[in-house]
């Protein structure tokens, strides 16, 4: 990816999607005569960058369970347009686990934990409540730091 010799990443899918690679020809053509393409690709690209900055400081600067709620926060499309929808029940704790930095007995610990507070439903899908982001943002005691 990106010209990389060697792998440098690894991305999983976690619902069926399709990929396409692009030439870098192709690309710089199209951002040189498509305004509109291109506009789309730079904001796309600073949020991008945006969201690996928080990931960072969420990575340095927090506990494995306040990275699981921010995680599940975003899976379940909290602060965008609409109400918070179910995280897809192909989702598994060991993947969980991958994406925040963690062990999968961890995450086990951390769900049944959020759900035994009533901050999210876990069976066989996840549904995540208003609480877990009331919880995040307000450091509640329920969520305390404990790397």
Known sequence: MNGHKLRISTATAIVDCVITAITKDAMLAALHAEPKFSEMFMA???????????????????SSERRLARMLLLLANFGKAGSPQPISPNISQETLAEMIGTTRSRVSHFM???????????????????????????EKPELHEDH
């Open 44 to 62: 796309y690209l600073l949020t991008r960058n945006s969201r690996i900055e928080e990931d960072l400081i969420d990575q340095l600067f927090n």
């Open 112 to 138: 049944n934990k959020f759900r035994k507070l009533g901050l999210i439903d876990y069976n066989g899908h996840i549904e995540v409540h208003n609480s877990l982001l009331s919880a995040v943002l307000h």
